[in-house]
């Protein structure tokens, strides 16, 4: 495994004016939050007070040799892999386990995180002879993509096999597993959700694992739909569903009471220590706890985790960490670089992040070098992660919330729910005694959070999933569908709508000949559209590229010393009035450098992403190429591009509103450009614009724009849109201008005609 260094110039660095910026915005949100809370005394755990601290507590372990870089690299015999699976107390009632699955169709296995459940039913299942029979495997699903593949291989490194063949994983994009050999299968509920549309017997399954069903992932809840029409026909599958605590007797009822089995787990007390006032920002009030906790006790004590709510916090807070300490390192031991200080390591851990860096989080430090892992709820408990003892815990995380009124979705930090927090303060208490600190206050988690989140399936745009289930014709009706807890009608026919608007759906509701394609691609409906009207239009060489651009984070990087170079080097790819093409260009450029990761030094590009790029580039073409659809390319004819675009994204348009700003079409809310956007460049912006994703902080930002000829929102909008036109002497005429008009180009018609969106009668 490879575990590199800290780069100062890879991913891990956040440029500090971004980071800064970052802070402010999560203020705005912090306060828009906290008003719904507690408006009365804002307590303030400023740095001043931590570096106070160091006065009265010495620091430990300066003197403590540097682990080697290859301590995460030390593989356990075979004999010390034994005695590890049987101290884990799944390990104590393996018979009755298995005897309750022999007798069971379905069984709801209850356990600690750490208990041994992910790792270990597979095999005690795949031990107990169930994938004997010809072409029979279990497969396990996770909500989330790590999960998967960090399970899949410490699985595959306890059954001393390879990863890829008797054990393998598969996530979106990337396929481990032989469909030969590959007996025990990791993967995301996405993917066993997409493999029900090939085969919806799930023919070559023996048993299912649902795991971590309790996190009500959507995927998750519509395969457990899935799976109450399918047992009555499939009498030989086994299904387990595993669950922490909360939730299980609802799986249990589900189907038809199965029966319910608690692995008993040992568990250290943890003590909750409240904060006596609400924090003003959780990443300093965490940045001061981590810090005062490292210097208090020894590294020998324990590692801290800190749970916040997403990628952009957890850089900035990895950033603000390594400031604060460095400050206190240099002032007590005139130590210059964060790399110099010998005994702690910062670790972030979140899905976006490559996969060689989340490993990290698992290496073993034996006590001389303190982790200060800095994780996503991934590790509330989808990743057990050994030596806790500090939990901080910031109180929030970012949900999907869909407001089906507007049609939007948007990630939006909210506070955790009851089950959360506990949940979140039990890693603390895994290896012995542990202390969990909650930034925020008793009253806040008595009075303000919600029992249990509130499932995705309940907050979260459908028309992905309705897409799935309507190709899958699981039942004549959608509403019929064996929900464990349904969606509300109004999200569930805004969903449809959308479905409808994009040409997936006939009027009546039915599947069309486009949607029925658009299922068979593992994208969102709105990207499988572009794709195919690209085909249609002959530009798929250049649509499958941007839609696999589209699919990975961050091309660009910004290294914090080198931003004005960075900047420079990104505006060099800029196609004016496209985000996308940008997109295009910089793919482009790099199949013309060879794929060379220099030439992506060199560019500011980040190569990783580029690869995986390249890897779904790959496999959409291979779907593409079964289907006997042509791949053609229209050489530098953008318009063409621009217009295939704007076939799946007329819904979510914007037109100018002053000079720098625009209006959203369909909602009529004021958005901005992202700061990131190509078209910052331009000195008049262009009238109107379709957009990739809708950012919601302290602004509504559009990211990934590219303009649009009105006549194509026409084309595409027909159903949302109505076009006024505006002659000279101010009259309006709202009849005959669509027909043949489409090739007209935005700057030709700018000041003729004004797009609206039509009164809704529904
Ligand atoms: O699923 P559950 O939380 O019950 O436990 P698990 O994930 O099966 O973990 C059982 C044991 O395997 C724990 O002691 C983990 O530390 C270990 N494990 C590991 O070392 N590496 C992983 N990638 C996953 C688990
Ligand atoms: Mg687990």
Not at 334 to 343: A, L, P, V
């Given at each position: 495994m490879v575990n590199p260094?800290?780069?100062?110039?890879?991913?891990?660095s956040v440029n500090a004016k971004q980071g800064s910026k970052l802070v402010a915005l999560r203020r705005i949100n912090m306060e828009h939050i906290q008003q719904s809370r507690d408006n009365t005394n804002v307590s303030n755990t400023a740095m001043g007070e931590v570096l106070g601290l160091e006065n009265n507590h010495s620091i430990k372990g300066k003197n403590h040799q540097i682990l080697s870089?290859?301590?995460?690299?030390y593989a356990p015999s075979k004999e010390e892999i034994k005695c590890t699976k049987e101290s884990l107390p799944v390990f104590r009632c393996r018979s009755q386990l298995l005897s309750l699955i022999r007798e069971n169709q379905v069984v709801v296995i209850i356990g600690e995180t750490?208990?041994?459940k992910t790792t270990q039913l597979a095999q005690y299942l795949y031990e107990e002879g169930?994938?004997?029979?010809?072409?029979k495997s279990i497969v396990v699903t996770q909500p989330r993509r790590v999960a998967a593949m960090s399970v899949a291989k410490r699985v595959a490194l306890e059954m001393d096999v390879k990863l890829g063949r008797e054990v393998g994983y598969s996530i979106r994009f990337e396929d481990m597993t032989?469909?030969?050999?590959?007996?025990l299968k990791f993967v995301t509920d996405g993917i066993l959700l997409r493999e029900t549309l090939l085969d919806?017997?799930?023919?070559?399954?023996?048993c299912v694992i649902i795991d971590e069903?309790?996190?009500?992932s959507l995927n998750t809840d519509i395969l457990l739909g899935f799976f109450k029409i399918l047992l009555a026909r499939r009498r030989d599958l086994k299904l387990i569903i595993t669950s922490a605590t909360m939730n299980a007797k609802k799986f249990s009822a589900f189907f038809g009471n199965a029966p319910q089995f608690t692995i008993p787990g040992r568990t250290f007390p943890v003590q909750t220590i409240y904060t006596a006032n609400p924090v003003q920002d959780y990443v300093e009030a965490a940045v001061s706890q981590a810090i005062k906790i490292h210097l208090a006790?020894?590294?020998?004590s324990g590692d801290i985790l800190i749970f916040m709510t997403g990628q952009e916090d957890i850089e900035t807070t990895s950033d603000i960490l390594q400031e604060k300490l460095l400050q206190v390192y240099s002032k007590k031991f005139?130590?210059?670089?964060?790399?110099?200080?010998?005994?702690v390591e910062i670790l972030p851990i979140y899905s976006a992040l490559p996969a060689d860096l989340q490993f990290k989080?698992?290496?073993?430090?034996?006590?001389t070098k303190r982790k200060i892992i800095i994780a996503t709820n991934?590790?509330?408990?989808?990743l057990t992660i050994k030596g806790i003892r500090y939990v901080i815990d910031c109180g929030y995380s970012k949900l999907k919330v869909y407001n089906p009124k507007i049609g939007l979705d948007s990630l939006t930090i909210t506070p955790i729910s009851k089950a959360n927090a506990d949940q979140r303060s039990g890693r603390?208490?895994?290896t012995g005694p542990g202390t969990a600190y909650r930034l925020y206050t008793e009253d806040t988690f008595k009075?303000?959070?919600?029992?249990?989140?509130?499932?995705?399936i309940q907050r979260t745009n459908l028309s992905n999933t309705l897409l799935l289930l309507k190709s899958l014709n699981?039942?004549?009706?959608?509403?019929?569908?064996?929900?464990i807890d349904k969606p509300p009608l109004q999200t569930f026919l805004s969903s449809l709508y959308e479905l409808w608007f994009i040409g997936a759906?006939?009027?009546?509701?039915q599947l069309t000949p486009l949607g029925l394609q658009m299922?068979?691609?593992?994208?969102q409906p709105s990207l499988s559209k572009i794709l195919l009207i690209a085909v249609q239009n002959g530009c798929s060489s250049e649509m499958l590229t941007i839609v696999s651009m589209l699919s990975v984070p961050q091309v660009f990087y910004r290294p914090k010393e080198r931003q004005k170079e960075a900047d420079i080097a990104r505006n060099k790819f800029f196609i004016a009035k496209s985000d996308h093409l940008t997109l295009l260009n910089v793919f482009v450029q790099w199949r013309a450098n060879k794929f060379s990761s220099q030439w992506c030094n060199k560019h500011f590009v980040q190569y990783k992403s580029l690869v995986k790029a390249r890897d779904i580039r790959d496999q959409l073409l291979t779907i593409l190429k079964s289907q006997d659809i042509p791949v053609t390319s229209s050489g530098k004819d953008w318009n063409i591009i621009k217009k295939c675009i704007c076939s799946g994204f007329a819904h979510q348009a914007a037109k100018i509103s002053g000079l720098r700003n625009y209006i959203h079409?369909?909602?009529g809310v004021n958005v901005k450009l992202h700061p990131?956007?190509?078209?910052?460049?331009?000195g008049d912006l262009p009238p109107y614009v379709i957009y990739h994703e809708l950012l919601m902080t302290s602004n509504e930002y559009i990211c990934c724009v590219t303009s649009v000829d009105p006549f194509w929102l026409m084309e595409y909008g027909v159903l949302l849109y109505d076009i006024k036109r505006i002659t000279h002497d101010q009259e309006s005429d709202t009849t005959g201008?669509?027909?043949?008009?489409?090739?007209?180009?935005i700057d030709e018609v700018e000041d003729e005609i004004d797009i609206n969106i039509r009164v809704c009668k529904d």
């Open positions: 260094f800290r780069n100062p110039d890879s991913e891990f870089n290859d301590a995460g690299m750490g208990s041994g169930y994938t004997n029979s010809e072409g032989d469909s030969e050999y590959t007996k919806d017997t799930l023919d070559k399954y023996s069903a309790h996190e009500r006790n020894d590294c020998s005139g130590t210059e670089k964060f790399e110099d200080i010998s005994d989080i698992f290496r073993d430090l034996c006590g991934i590790a509330e408990t989808s603390a208490g895994r009075e303000d959070m919600y029992l249990q989140t509130i499932p995705e699981v039942t004549d009706e959608l509403i019929k569908f064996p929900f759906l006939d009027i009546k509701g299922a068979k691609f593992p994208l079409l369909k909602t990131t956007s190509a078209l910052h460049g331009l201008l669509f027909g043949e008009r489409h090739e007209h180009v």
